[in-house]
């Protein structure tokens, strides 16, 4: 598995709209990007060769609600970009490491994404990424 760079961190947040004015009012950066995935909400904002995911449910049932009642809003995951997803969820999956999903499922902009399962990383949940050629 070749991990290409840290891609973004995902922050969990009540409302992509007002959470975003933190970094476009306080800090001089922008929106570059927003899409959805099935009921979650996303805006990008980058930084570097990173970016920051601000990540909302849509749905008061659905899973960051879900987290944000739990934990708060706040950081939620580290992704990393992978140029080959399949082959890091074999190479994981050979490992034994524990992952959230069986394989690869959408994530956003056209990505294929799989999470490391939290036990098993000390707490931090762990996103591997592979963004469409010429992303």
Do not use: C, N, W
Not at 86 to 111: I, Y
């Amino acid at each position: 598995m070749k991990i290409k760079r840290l891609a973004h961190i995902g922050v969990a947040v009540k409302d992509v709209d007002e959470a975003q004015k933190v970094y476009t009012e306080m800090l001089p950066l922008k929106v570059d990007s927003s899409d959805a995935v099935g009921e979650l909400r996303t805006g990008f904002i980058p930084v570097g060769e990173t970016s920051i995911e601000l990540v909302m449910s849509t749905t008061p049932d659905g899973v960051m609600s879900k987290y944000i009642d739990k934990k708060g809003e706040g950081i939620h995951h580290l992704a990393f970009e992978v140029d080959d997803i399949d082959q890091a969820v074999a190479e994981l999956k050979a490992k034994g490491v524990p992952l959230t999903s069986e394989e690869a499922r959408p994530g956003a902009h056209g990505s294929r994404v799989v999470f490391l399962h939290p036990k098993a990383t000390r707490g931090v949940l762990i996103e591997l990424v592979e963004y469409p050629q010429g992303h």
